[in-house]
């Protein structure tokens, strides 16, 4: 793991309940930074999470809020930077899968208007309703925005339709955004493939094998592999942005 000091930074973890977010938050924040973990109000692992990671000593905050809700995702993200003090880095990785079991490729019956207006709102609509609230903040303190898209954004697994199209759509705004916020703020994704972690889809034996299989690397990621990159594209390299980086064990090579 890459050390940091991150003594005096700050930073807002969407979806940082478990998971990617989760270690991402407690990396930052076991290098020094104050952290706001942002849950789903109903979702009793956010505030666990919180609790747990203050016993450890930790400086975080909870920032809970559907995303999902135009109104309380910029609620959220203002108090959430009225609570840090500044913001160094917006962390977009709230998301969801809609589904727990993936629809197959040549399968559009499943494919529901809901299921679309869902996912749409979720995982894209959430990355632009932060990152413009948070904008002013970014602006101020020459931060940076990393948002967690996917490989199947790229289109190089095949995963639900719906899905693979918001990601695909995360990648381009967050070139677009990069163009936008320029050159105060920096703006990158990460785009992991097959993580072995808490995310809301039901993996069979079989298809858990075969991504390994598929996997040069021959395992599935891990949620410190991907915060790994999160915290460098979010407090270090200073002349990457606009990027979308894969990290998927060589699947995609």
Known sequence: MISFDLTGRTALITGGASGIGLEAARVMAKSGAKVAINFLPDDPRGPEAVDALRKEGFDVISAPGDLGDAGQAEDMVLKAVSALGHLD???NNAGTPGVRTPIPITDLDPISEEL??????VNLMSVFR???AAAP???AA???IVNTASIAGLGSVASTLVYSASKAAVINLTKNLARSLAPEVRVNAVAPGSVDSSWAIEWSDERRQNAIAATPLKRLGTPPDIAELIVYLGFAGSMITGQTVVIDGGISI
Do not use: I, M, Y
């Open 130 to 132: 932060c990152s413009k």
């Open 137 to 139: 903040a970014l602006k």
């Open 89 to 91: 880095l917006l962390v």
């Open 142 to 144: 020459k931060g940076a």
């Open 116 to 121: 679309w207006a869902n996912l749409l709102n």
